[in-house]
């Protein structure tokens, strides 16, 4: 009986793909499966980032200025847990965690100093964040106003995307309406305040870091896009206008071939989607997204495969098209990336982007009969994914009914199942396995941060003016029982410096925390 080879979406791989396929889709023009640039990386290439931060803004700043120094084009903000989920540093369910996956961002002083010696205007900066996204984005604004910076100009993303909250990572702060209230005032806000700031990077990939598969990845976070689009659009917002400022980011594992496939097959897909909802603008069409390396791929066993592990995601990554893209540091699984480990992630970038080749040619691996089947079949298992969804009536309700958990940990433990009785093997974890010492050069963080920002508000407390802080607040609160555009209110409160806490706090008074299905 023949071997048969699957990837791990379950798609049979064929020995030999003989069957040309018609190749008639120009790069740069609908539906952009091919690549949404006519030159792609010929005239520039995608953009580096390395995502980092942690401790205290102090810390991270240093670290950024490290890798502006190294050659990163762009920065990415990793925040503390008690940040992501609305808590200050001095809050009881702050402790332990403070600093620890990420910077501590407790006001707009730690966000001065997190940013000391950085032009905004110069640099496109992306922020992990989500159920506080509102908070931080005035934050970044509150900041560049006080740099003097024309809004008009300054670039970035914030991940905004909290249906992935709700499915794959968990956290969320307020039940699905409101944050989804919240989503639609970021885009309404920033369409005339911060015109080229991407206000949503909806997410595939910490739904792939909980267990999904790639086709898992592609429909569930297409199916989110496609609540987003219609949330605002029945907000009266024009999709032709809000629908460019939309972004992606998606998961890249070991997969070459299945990954390249994802990406686009995610193009043509979503341009599908957003011309069946009335866009007719080429760019309110195109899917640009933001590629990690997969963190859940990475090993603590011989942790240096994971530098081989990333130089193989980073080719899929890049033969797919990314706009841009971070490559996790190997000793991940260990500790955060050390300085070190940081370098020679950003450098497996640069050689494949300056040495490999690949950015000579558009779309290099367009016309393989292999990959152009599998981006096929990519396609075909996602629309069907779609269709369930659609029929439970949309994101918001299959979350609700635990459609998308459900198919996640299914996933998630057929992966693991496979590990286990060897069908699937990790190089090193149950095949290759050495002998190892512990590892000495593990970037730890101490629990002193907490009392170091714990002291810092409350010298802030202190020294702000109260009552415009005060009113700020109320403000905020008694517009949130209304249909009012909140961002103008947020940004407010940030200036009096009113802590990221406080304001998250004075919408859970208004509407409650969600617990989960």
Known sequence: MEKKIRTDSGIEIQPLYANPVPMEEVPGSFPFTRGIHASMYRDKLWTM??????????????????????????????????????????????????????????????????????????????????????????????????????LKKISGTIQNDILKEYAARGTFIYPPQPSMRLITDIFDYCSREVPKWNTISISGYHIREAGANAVQELAFTLANGKAYLKAAMEKGLDINVFAKRLSFFFNAHNHLFEEVAKFRAARNMWAHITKSLGATDPKAQMLRFHTQTG?????????????VRVAVQTLAATLGGTQSLHTNGFDE??????????????????????????????????????????????????????EKIDAMGGSVAAVEQGFIQDEIARSAYRYQ???????????????????????????????????????????????RNAEKAAAALAALEAAAGTSANLMPLVVEAVECYCTLGEIADTLRKVWGEYNGI
């Open 49 to 150: 980032r390395q995502y980092a931060g942690f401790s205290t803004a102090e810390a991270s700043n240093k670290r950024y200025h490290y890798l502006l120094s190294q050659g990163v084009m762009g920065l990415s903000v990793a925040f503390d847990l008690p940040t992501q989920i609305g808590y200050d540093s001095d809050h009881p369910m702050a402790e332990g965690e403070v600093g620890k996956v990420g910077v501590a961002i407790d006001s707009l002083e730690d966000m001065e100093v997190l940013f000391s010696g950085i032009d905004l205007e110069k640099v496109s900066t992306s922020m992990t964040i989500n159920a506080t996204a509102y908070i931080l984005l005035a934050l970044y604004i509150a900041l560049a106003k006080n740099q003097g910076a024309d």
């Open 295 to 307: 963190g859940s791929t990475l090993t603590a066993q011989q942790p240096h495969n994971n530098i």
């Open 333 to 386: 699984a260990i500790s955060l990336p050390t300085e070190a480990a940081a370098r020679i992630a950003l450098r497996t970038q640069q050689i494949i982007g300056y040495e490999s080749g690949i950015a000579d040619t558009v779309d290099p691996l367009g016309g393989s009969y292999y990959v152009e089947a599998l981006t096929r079949e990519v396609e075909a298992k996602a629309w069907e994914l779609i």
């Open 417 to 463: 199942q496979e590990i286990e009785t060897g069908e699937k093997v990790i190089v090193g974890v149950n095949k290759f396995v050495v002998e190892e010492e512990a590892h000495a050069d593990v970037f730890r963080i101490d629990d002193s941060i907490r009392k170091l920002q714990a002291e810092k508000l409350q010298a802030l407390r202190s020294r």
